[in-house]
């Protein structure tokens, strides 16, 4: 059984609160687009982790957690021993494994995640830089940013979101430039594609 397991180890984590129930709260939410073959759950101290069948449910989990800008995300692909136990916790296979390599190398990495798929795996390359790019839009995104994509994000046009915030269209087509809004569809949907080659 080919699966994602995401391990997600809070940065800084003795200076700031713990952000750990926040986030499972927050990815226990219907509006994923797929359940996780088994929840986030607390594995230790600062840390988290779930396991996932779909590509597109993956995105939004790194989506969240890079938004929150306090997580080190490995992301392992492989195998693990089925069936799979009901506690996250508790599961064992190459993905697994992989996964507690990507969180420890993402410690050390630019944007603070790293994919582990298997060896010389050129795929996760790819998905990985795809990541970090995404990453680097987002990291430069400011709080006007985000405000223009919650409310685009709500299904608004831009001559809506212009009249909730008081602003003209064109202001609002500068912010969303700004924001990388165009750049950060594009490369969720590369993130997503790539991320689908790496499982059955």
């Given at each position: ?50 396991v996932l069948d779909d590509p ?76 970090g790019l995404w990453a680097g ?17 709500e299904g608004l046009s831009y ?42």
């Amino acid at each position: 059984m080919r699966v994602s397991v995401l391990t997600l180890d809070q940065n800084s984590s003795r200076s700031r609160a713990d952000a750990v129930p926040v986030l499972i709260d927050a990815l226990d939410s219907p509006a994923l687009p797929a359940a996780p073959l088994r929840p986030f759950q607390r594995t230790a101290g600062d840390e988290m982790q779930g396991v996932l069948d779909d590509p597109a449910t993956g995105v939004e989990v790194v989506g969240r957690a890079l938004r929150a800008g306090e997580w080190n995300i490995g992301i392992g692909i492989g195998e693990v021993e089925s069936p799979l136990p009901d506690e996250t916790r508790a599961g064992r296979g190459d993905a697994f494994v992989r996964a507690r390599s990507a969180v420890e190398r993402a410690k050390s990495d630019l944007h603070r995640l790293c994919v582990v798929a298997g060896p010389d795996d050129r795929t996760a390359e790819q998905l990985e830089t795809a990541l970090g790019l995404w990453a680097g839009i987002l990291e430069r995104r400011t709080d006007r940013g985000w405000e223009v994509h919650d409310l685009l994000a709500e299904g608004l046009s831009y001559a809506e979101v212009a009249e909730r915030l008081g602003i003209t269209q064109s202001a609002v087509s500068q912010r969303a430039r700004a924001a990388g809004i165009i750049d950060e569809r594009r490369a969720r949907r590369l993130v997503s594609d790539l991320w689908g080659r790496l499982l059955p």
